[in-house]
Structures are given as C-alpha cells and as structure tokens.
C-alpha cells in the first residue's frame, strides 16, 4: 500500500482541502496524481476499508491477499468506502466476480466504483457486468433514478466472470460548473459525458461495490489495487 501521506484521516483532510477550492478544464485525457493506493493484500490495508449505506448484509473475507465480499439476503449491493474524500477525483479498482456466483446471479451481476457519493445513494458511477461483457457509466440520482451515460456490449474490453476487470471512473468540474464524467475498462475508454448539472451532487465519498439491479444474493467477487487521483495540474 502506497500513499503521499500515510494517516489514512490526513489523507482524506488533504483531499478535501486541496480539492474543494478548486475548480478544472478536464478532457478526456487530463493527466493526475495519485494521491492514496491500497493494494488490498495485508489484514492492515484492508482494515482502512469500510461498508457504508444501505445496511446491506455484506460478508467480507476469504481471502489474504485480496478485499473479499460475499452478498446475503435481501442484498442488492454492497458498498465499501474508501478513505479519501472529495469532488474532483479518480478511482480506479481491479475487480473480480466468481465463477461461484449462484448462475442466475452471475447473469445480471456487476462489479463497479463510485464518486461523490452521499448517504442517500446519489453518485457517479462506472459498472462492469462479466457475464455479459457490457459496462455502464452512470448517474444515480438520490430517488434512486438513473441517468445513463453510456452503456452497451464492449466486445472483450470487459473480461468474464473469474478474470479481472481495471475499471476507472473520473469525475473532473469545469469552470462553468459542468462535470465531465469518463469510464475506463481495462485502460480503454469507454465512455465520457458532460454534466451540466455536475454541482447537484453534493456527496463525496469514494467506494467500490458488487451489486444487481434485483436481488444479488451469493454474489462473490473481490477488490484489489485500489487507487484515488487528482487532476494535474492542480
């Protein structure tokens, strides 16, 4: 695990600080700084890792080199907060969903991450779904509406269940107040939107997650190599 700073609260004082008086011109191709790493793989780095809303039965474990979670009843996805908090960010996790996976599960099962995220539910987010080798770059809105950015088929960009997915979401202002969203799947771009209403999300927290449109239960996968950027220059 690798950071700027290696207090996990700092970390996330220094996002906020640094980030909330800011406002960028970001394209597709801005380049960043990473700003936290955790690669997931010691019982301490994953100890910074913490479910947050909806109080979803979430089961984390099995696994010593990896952030394991397993879906129980009534789930419908599992959030996991990382700690760095902010407005202008990227994140970007490698995911797995397992081929043990309930089959009817699997079909319809996602792995994703998410930014300015509040306790509502609202945020941006970037989904993967293996089984169908689709991913979606989205806008949830705090009555749970979505807005949908992009979501479609991409050939073997997305890697099926059991084989690992990089997925990176980016969520840059402008300095009219627009936010120009981009999803990433494996280091391709897949998707990029504006935002007009970029300010109307008021969350921001980071997470990463396993979730269903129905019921996810016995869905199982994995996290590892999670990283938080900011734009460059700042």
């Not at 979430?58 to 907060?81: D, Q, T």
């Amino acid at each position: 695990m690798r950071s700027l700073i290696k207090n996990p609260l700092l970390k996330a004082a220094v996002a906020v600080l640094s980030i909330g008086a800011m406002a960028f011109a970001a394209t597709a191709a801005a380049n960043t700084i990473t700003i936290y790493r955790n690669n997931l793989d010691t019982v301490d780095a994953r100890s910074q890792i913490h479910q947050m809303a909806p109080n979803a039965k979430c089961e984390r474990g099995g696994s010593p080199k990896a952030f394991r979670f397993r879906l129980g009843p009534k789930a419908r996805e599992c959030f996991y907060r990382v700690p760095m908090v902010g407005q202008n960010m990227q994140v970007t996790g490698i995911a797995r969903i397992f081929k043990s996976t309930p089959r009817k599960v699997l079909k319809r099962a996602y792995a994703g991450v998410s930014l300015r995220q509040a306790r509502d539910g609202s945020r941006y987010q970037l989904v993967v779904w293996p089984h169908t080798r689709r991913y979606g770059l989205r806008k949830v809105q705090p009555s749970g509406a979505i807005d949908n950015f992009g979501s479609r088929k991409a050939g073997n960009i997305v890697r099926g269940p059991g084989l690992a997915n990089r997925i990176t979401l980016r969520a840059f202002n402008g300095p009219n107040g627009g936010a120009q969203i981009v999803g990433f799947v494996n280091g391709k771009k897949v998707a990029a939107a504006r935002d007009d209403q970029g300010n109307s999300l008021v969350g921001r927290d980071t997470s990463f997650s396993i979730g269903s449109k129905q019921s996810a239960r016995g869905a199982i996968g994995s996290f590892v190599d999670i990283r938080v950027a900011i734009p460059d220059p700042y």
